[in-house]
């Protein structure tokens, strides 16, 4: 289950918030801490145990750690992670191992500052090449990187990124651009494939093959012939992957929804602000996870620009 813990970021991703206006929940509508744990507690009865904490950006609840130690002392809780776009990893990271996060995914589209400033509105490369450093000083392992490619901006980044994530041991994967973009800007002419990532990267840097049953959950896995580690990409317009996705999501709200791309969701916070039982929370969870679509291509929610925009949603 990955857990939104704010839907506000530092920075401005065009494909996803944007420069534009954004509507910020206010903080009364967030989950507390108290209220995540305890949707944590019942998920982990169900047998969640993986969590990935996101947002928006997780750092910006400065308390974070706090919320991390919590969770990983839920019974049945295996593993809390995080998704953050780096920028404030420097101070966070040894707060964070401390803590007893387990993984870190790291965003970063760009090693250019300029196609970086280009893509986030912000001049903060710096700040994120030192909060990956940070990350591996304080005994991170398995770090990924996460990289949206877009068509006409990823195609001159997509080979530093490559390079850059073999050189420092950091599992890279291409995300495809999806239509969650708060501007609506998405077109099916922006993504750019999965299939046209993997050859990009394979003429440069040698042949690529699959990792054999590697598919967890939305990335497919490759690794380079030379054994210079692996490479992912999640093909998520391209070859929609609904018939592996193991994934729920908690919205930074309260809402608990079964896929990116779904309308709606449950709405756990009004339960747990009314006194509501466990029990009502398992319904919550069990009518949401058995709406969860079983196979793929069934409709053309992943060309259709949602509602909600992903840091809404929480990625
Ligand atoms: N702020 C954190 C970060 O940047 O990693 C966590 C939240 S962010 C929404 C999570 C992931 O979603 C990031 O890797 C981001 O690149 C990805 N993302 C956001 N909008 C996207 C879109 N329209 N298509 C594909 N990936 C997107």
Redesign the pocket.
Known sequence: MRISVTDR?NIR?A??IGSGANGFLPRSQLLRFEEIVRVARVGAALGIGKLRL?????LLRSDVDQLVSMLVGVPGVTEVDM???GTLLECFAPRLKAAGLSRL?I?L?SLSPETFRQLTHRDLLGRVLRGIEAAQEAGFRHIKL?A?AIRGISESQIIHLARFAREKQLELRF????P??NARR?QPELVLEAKQILALVEAELGPLEPVAGAQHGPARQYRYRDGGGTLGVVSAVSNPFCDHCDRLRLTADGKLRNCLFAACGEDLRAVLRAGGSDEQLVDLFQRCVGAKKLARGRDDAHLTPADRP??KI??
């Open positions: 970021c991703c494909y996803c996101t947002g928006g950006e997780p998704t953050t776009n995914n965003s589209d996460n949206v995300i495809e651009f999806m969650l973009d998405w992903m840091h929480g990625g």
